[in-house]
């Protein structure tokens, strides 16, 4: 892997290893007494902390990881499970990503670490102040030329732009975990997918994975919202998804935003 690709990696894979560790934090809701967030397993620290072993493999890098974990237990935030568990979805995530191959991977995994650690702690967290760290993070990116090419095409692309408006807009409505774990799982499990059967456009198996997404999006979210609302959102957003030819971190939020609208979600 070239210097460059290996740059984007460590950051993608950074990133994505901390969304999956929030994912599965919906899956598994653990309880805990303390934290930012409610729910203990797996680590979100210590899988993005380990997510350097896989990516950039080095005595440091081991270390590194090593010291994160004992830090979340000794600090009383984890227990020696949950950093076995942050260890173990690092190492998940970086299978599921490195053998796709394609040039949009990395910014791919950038997009679903972003949105699903956005997504995930809105739940917990004043929606709006993570919505403004996004923005502010982003326009940080833009203004580092190699942080910028790990999350973008190119310099003009607007992916980027559109995904913090749809995460802030969703925040100031109320709904910035929906648009965020919306993204997070339709758009990306779309991707892979399609990626996986090796198609380079959108594709019947995109759509197969972005209704798997949808699926999920329900499933993690349940007891959050109303069924009907959150059934509306997963079933319909992946054929919105695969219809759409404007930018998917457009379409997305302002169909979510409708759907809540008409159900009547309260804003």
Known sequence: MRNNS??????GLFLASGGMAALLKLV?????EVGIDPLSFPSIHTAAASSLIFSY????????????????????YHTFVDVIGGILTAFLTHIIFY??????????????????????????VNQIAIAIIILAGISVARMISFLWNAF??????????????????????GI?????????????????????????KKSVYGLIGGFVGGVLFVFLLRGFYEWPLLLSIGIVAPFVEYKSRVDDNATLPLFTLIVALVLGQPL
Do not use: C, Q, W
């Open 6 to 11: 290996r740059g984007k990696y460590v950051i």
């Open 28 to 32: 598994f809701r653990v309880p805990r």
């Open 57 to 76: 493999p080095h005595p440091l890098s081991i270390l590194y990881a090593v010291i994160v974990g004992l830090l979340r237990i000794v600090e009383g």
């Open 99 to 124: 053998f796709i191959e394609d040039k949009d991977r990395e910014r791919k995994m950038v997009h679903f670490g972003v949105s699903m650690l956005s997504g995930f702690f809105m739940l917990f």
């Open 152 to 173: 973008a095409r190119n310099e003009r692309d607007r992916a980027p732009l559109y995904l913090s408006i749809g995460l802030l807009s969703g925040a100031l409505v």
């Open 176 to 200: 910035g975990p929906l648009v965020g774990i919306l993204m997070a799982t339709v758009d990306t499990l779309s991707y892979v997918v399609g990626k996986i059967f090796r198609t380079e």
